[in-house]
Every structure is written in C-alpha cells, then in structure tokens.
C-alpha cells in the first residue's frame, strides 16, 4: 500500500463511522429515544397528544400504538372526569344522604347532605361505618347486605350533637350492594338516608291532637249526658235541680260551641282556606272595641285596663276581623287566669323600623319556665283544670300565633313565675306580600 492510500482510508473509515454513528442515532437511538419518553409521559398519566418525527420504518408501528393508546387514555380521562363530575353534582344536588362504603364497610364516599344531616365536622373517608355513626343497627344491615346480596331497609334513630344540644333525628334508610357482575360478591355498598324527622314529628302531633280533641269533647260531653240522665230519672220534678241542671248543660254546650268554632279557625289556617283582606287602618281603634265588648267581663272580674299608645303610631296595613281575634283571645287570657278584683292589664305600643311592637302585660300568676315553650301549641294549658273551669278551649294562643304568623309578624311571651307575663306581637307596617293567604304555623 502506498503512503498516499492510508490517509485516504482513514479517512474513509472516519467518513463511515459518522454516517453509521449519524444513522445510528436518527435511525435507532433517536426514536427509541422518543418512545422511552412517549412511555415515561403515559406512566406518569401525561395524556397530551404525542407530536413525533416520521420515525424509521422498523419503529413506525410502535410509533403507531403509543399514539393509538395515547387517544385512548385521553378519552378514558375525559370520561372519567365527566362522570366524575357528573356524580359529584348528582351527590351534591341531592336533599338525602348517601354514602358509599368498601367491602370492609369503609368511607369511600359521601355526599354533602349526609355530613350535614348527622353534623359530621371531620371527613368520614376512609373510616369505618361503626367509627363513624357508631350504630350496631346500621353496621348489621350493611352486613346483610353486602352479605345476602339483597336490597335492605331499617329506620334509624339517632342522636346528633348540635350548639343548641342534642337533637334526636329519624331517618329511613336503604342499602344495596354494588356488584361488577349481578352473581358477584358485592365490591361495595350504597347507602341513603331520607331524613323522616319532620314527618314522624307531623304524625305524633297528628295523634296528640286527635288525643286532645276526643279529650276535649268528652269531658263536657260526659257532663251533658249525666245532667240528661238525672233529668230522665226524675229530676225533672224538682225544679231547682232542673234549673241547675240545663244551667250546666248550657254551659258545657257553650263550651263544646267554642271548641268546635276554633277547630273550624285551626282548620282554615292550616288549609290556607280563607284569604286575609289586607287594609291600612287604625289599629287602636280595634284594641278600644276589644276592650269596650269585653267590659262586662272586665267589671265581673274587677280588672283594670290601661293603655298607652301614641296617637302617630296607629295606622298599619291589617285584616281587622282576625286581628279583633288576637286582641280578643291575649286579653281574654289575662283576665281568665288573673286574680279576681286585683287584675292589671296594661297595653302599650310603639313602631320602630317599619314594625309595631304591642304589649300586653299583665299583673297574673305568670308562666312556669318549663311551660314557656310549649304555651303557643295546640290544647296546652297551664293550669289544666283551671283552665277548663275558666272557660277557655287550649287554642286560643295557637290561634294567636297562626294570626300573627300569617300577618308576617311574630308574638312571644316572657314570663317570672309569680310575677305576671307579657305577651309581645309585632307586625310589620307594611305588609310585604300581597297575597293575603294564611301562612300557616
């Protein structure tokens, strides 16, 4: 070999290594290059679109079915994220609670309305259901759910824990196990819980009344007929047992008149049967013939009635006939249980920021605290067997509030045992709604 052919051979073989290590780079390395990290992206759940040089063609088809997955895992996210979006707003727009739970009766899911209905004030995930609401019955029937592969149904009551104490709550609750596969084992289990509260609550207000107004009748009722039937046995001949008799019966059947007229008031209020006529008047002029058609029974119990009321602070939009009632039945109420010849009724009023606050204070034996609460429901009395002798049916602050409440106005009552009670309503200037219907309690 000559000494001029060895240069050009190394070179030659220079020139050659550059092209293979060129060609081994964009041929092999370059594009293996690409789809490590087309891999590393989709492994660390990069779904973007892959953008990629035409790669040789011995890695085009690998090229092909990174790209192909690529789509795919971008349409399963997206779907994922719709669902997932979707269920979250179904669980949040839901009023019920639900809550989801694994095969070992772990929180892996609950919505919104079930922190709240059971005040949970830390998140329930990936707790266990007894830890959470630590109820036996509950953590039995998800068993036998999850264990029998049927649909199961308890109610629940339950305590919750509130700033205002505990409240105790019913609930009705339905669960089901989630299976992949309708023969499968459940994987998991769904939860709902319908807050029944209310409606327990309606039912035993519906007994206690029927209770109270078969109560109410029968007492004057029983009266009557024994009257009838000393009458019947002979009496009849005796004229002053005779007199005294239908004097009884008289006043029994005045009694079961007045039951029977404020039902029938109850009844409209809470049916919204009858509309208000909305007026602006004056109601001191409503007060003074309260007053004046109660002056026989004023004089008969030697009370005394004061009001105090500024002539510029009268004039208010009102339904006259019902708020006659309300003034009838507070005055009413503090004449039948005060002391005869030493009652002192004292009414004042005054309007402040669009509302008129009215009085009614009295010198009576006052409210026991523990009654305070509970002077406003239906048929509740004080002094039960005064009450009765007094004449006075157990609805007529019941009818009060429902008046009141359907003039967008509230009454209340404070009260020191011994000290006599006042009894406050306050009623708005104006009227804000026009539609003059009874709102109800």
């Keep these: 070999m000559s000494a001029w052919e060895i240069p050009w051979l190394a070179g030659a073989i220079v020139v050659a290594l550059v092209l293979a290590g060129v060609f081994l780079y964009y041929g092999v390395i370059g594009p293996f290059a690409g789809i490590r990290d087309a891999l590393s992206r989709l492994a660390r759940k990069d779904y973007r679109p892959l953008i990629q040089p035409r790669p040789p063609l011995f890695f085009r088809q690998a090229s092909r079915d990174i790209r192909t997955i690529t789509d795919m895992l971008q349409q399963l996210d997206r779907q994922i994220a719709d669902e997932g979006f979707s269920l979250r707003a179904i669980l949040s727009s839901m009023v019920e609670g639900v809550l989801i739970t694994d095969r070992a009766h772990r ?237 002192i009724l004292r009414v004042t009023a005054g309007v402040s920021d669009g509302w008129i606050r009215i009085a009614f204070k ?25 009450s009765r002798d007094a004449g006075g049916t157990g609805l007529g602050l019941s009818i009060v509030k429902s008046v009141v409440h359907a003039h967008s106005g509230q009454v209340s009552v404070e009260s020191t045992p011994g000290l006599g009670a006042t009894f406050v309503v306050l009623l708005p200037v104006s009227q804000p709604a026009p539609s003059g219907e009874f709102a109800g309690e």
Excluded: C
């Design 362 to 386: 009295d010198n009576g034996p006052g409210i026991p605290y523990d009654d305070q609460p509970h002077i406003f429901d239906r048929f509740y009395r004080v002094h039960k067997d005064r």
């Design 107 to 343: 929180v892996r899911l609950v919505n919104e309305a079930l922190a709240e209905l059971f005040e949970l004030t830390s998140s329930p995930v990936n707790r266990s259901v007894i830890e959470v609401f630590r109820n036996h019955e509950l953590q039995k029937a998800l068993e036998k759910a999850m264990e029998s592969r049927r649909p199961q149904r308890i109610e629940l009551t339950v305590e919750t824990a509130t700033p205002d104490g505990y409240h105790v709550k019913h609930f009705d609750v339905h669960m089901a196990g989630l299976n992949p596969k309708s023969n499968a084992r459940p994987m998991a289990a769904l939860v709902v819980f319908h807050d029944v509260t209310k409606v327990k609550s309606l039912e035993a207000m519906r007994r206690e009344f029927l209770a109270n107004v078969s109560h109410e009748f029968r007492t004057p009722l029983a009266i009557i007929n024994g009257y009838i039937e000393t009458l019947l046995d002979g009496a009849l001949d005796d004229r002053q047992m005779a007199v005294k008799s239908l004097r009884t019966m008289q006043r029994n059947g005045r009694r079961l008149n007045l039951l029977i007229e404020d039902l029938l008031t109850v009844s409209r209020i809470e049916e919204r049967a009858e509309s208000l006529e909305f007026r602006y008047g004056d109601l001191h002029e409503v007060l003074l013939r309260v007053i004046e058609s109660l002056e026989p029974t004023i004089r008969e119990r030697g009370a005394v009635v004061e009001v105090a009321w500024p002539p510029s602070e009268r004039e208010i939009e009102f339904d006259a006939r019902r708020i006659d009632q309300v003034f009838s039945n507070l005055l009413e109420n503090a004449l039948r249980y005060g002391d005869p010849g030493s009652v």
